[in-house]
């Protein structure tokens, strides 16, 4: 299988040597890693229009869901992310913590969340969603959600015999 591989890995100081060990993961698994750092694109348009040229060739999408920068994922995968679900593409969301979205607001701020009227906020006094998922459920209900990382996702496809 073609795996766009989506996460903000990309922003990493070490991307490449990690996109040199992604590649390879998915080559043990008997897939080829997509990745967006592939591309030649040097301009923000050129580069959106190259990965999702990507996500159109992908027969699946893998994704880091981790927190970056903040409680959420990246904005950026989450487009991916949604883009490949719009085209009916299997997406495997992986998270390195077992946690719900309260618990995961609550380690990264700091402390309990407060409850008014009932239901959960944060430091700002936005509600937190409260249905024991580990993301917003836009991405925990149509993503499959595995805890781990490249390789955990990885052994939720199907492999591809070798030779």
């Known amino acids: 299988m073609k795996l766009y591989l989506a996460g903000p890995d990309v922003f990493r100081p070490d991307a490449m040597a990690w996109a040199d060990a992604a590649r390879q993961s998915c080559a043990r698994f008997g897939h080829t890693a997509l990745i967006p750092l592939d591309g030649v694109e040097t301009t923000a348009p050129g580069i959106y229009h190259a990965n999702i040229e990507l996500i159109r060739s992908a027969d699946a999408v893998l994704a880091n869901l ?21 085209l009916d593409k299997p997406v495997i969301g992986y998270l ?5 979205t309260i618990e995961r607001v609550a380690r990264i701020e700091g402390g309990p969340l407060e409850n008014r009227a009932g239901r959960p906020v944060d430091r700002r006094g936005l509600h937190v969603e409260d249905f024991g998922l580990p993301l ?22 199907p492999a591809k015999p070798r030779g």
Do not use: K, Y
């Open 66 to 86: 981790n927190p970056f920068r903040g409680c959420e994922p990246d904005s950026g995968t989450c487009v991916e992310v949604g883009f490949a679900l719009a």
């Open 96 to 100: 390195a913590e077992q946690e719900n």
């Open 136 to 157: 917003n459920l836009m991405l925990a209900v149509p993503a499959q959600i595995v805890i781990g990382g490249l390789a955990e996702a990885l052994a939720q496809l």
